[in-house]
Structure formats: structure tokens, C-alpha cells
Nanobody, 119 residues
Framework: VQLVESGGGLVQPGGSLRLSCAAS????????MSWYRQAPGKERELVAA????????NYADSAKGRFTISRDNAKNMVYLQMNSLKPEDTAVYFC?????????????WGQGTQVTVSA
């Protein structure tokens, strides 16, 4: 099982980034996919989630109206489009896969990608 994030980097406030997560080694289309983030000294927090077929999404209040999560089950990819970025969005962003109603052995994390929002 692998989740490989990409697309992070340094961006100015107000800018945009698109994070990608490439999944392999499991039946991607059955899994809820999420993006989490962890800032220095803070707990990891949910940013956005999308159901297995992509029919429903959920966002943290801090992400609503600025971030969009999407997925392509044909390509085993999940994305996070981040617009109007703020310095407080600076964090390591993690991709997370979870098979509903299953144990923790069916939950996977990526290694993370750094997003830094700074002038």
C-alpha cells in the first residue's frame, strides 16, 4: 500500500496550490479519502474528506470556500485544490485512506507534503 503526496511548496498569501495523492496497493474506489494537516506544535487535523464514489464531501470550517477536494477513481488519485492561501495554512499535508466500517488495518497514511504560505 502506498499513498504518495505531491504538489506542496512555498506560496505567497493569496496564492493557490493543488495537492495530489497517488494511491496504490488497495481498492481505491472503496475507500473514503481525506486530507489532514499538521502544523508545528499542533495536532493533526482534518481538512477535507470525500466519499468513495465522490458524491459527498466534508470540509473543516477553515477550509470551506477556499479548498476543494476531488478524486479520480480511474486514476487512483485524490486532489486538494487550495485557493486564497493564508499563512495559517502552513503545515504538512497528509493523504489518508480509510475503508468504512473496517478496522485500523484498513487505514493508511501518506508521508506528507509541506505547504508553506509566506511572503
Amino acid at each position: 500500500v502506498q499513498l504518495v503526496e505531491s504538489g506542496g511548496g512555498l506560496v505567497q498569501p493569496g496564492g493557490s496550490l493543488r495537492l495530489s495523492c497517488a494511491a496504490s496497493g488497495f481498492t481505491f474506489s472503496r475507500y473514503v479519502m481525506s486530507w489532514y494537516r499538521q502544523a508545528p506544535g499542533k495536532e493533526r487535523e482534518l481538512v477535507a474528506a470525500i466519499t468513495s464514489a465522490g458524491g459527498s464531501t466534508n470540509y473543516a470550517d477553515s477550509a470551506k470556500g477556499r479548498f476543494t477536494i476531488s478524486r479520480d477513481n480511474a486514476k487512483n488519485m485524490v486532489y486538494l485544490q487550495m485557493n486564497s492561501l493564508k499563512p495559517e495554512d502552513t503545515a504538512v499535508y497528509f493523504c489518508y485512506a480509510d475503508l468504512p466500517w473496517s478496522g485500523p488495518e484498513f487505514a493508511y497514511w501518506g508521508q506528507g507534503t509541506q505547504v508553506t504560505v509566506s511572503a
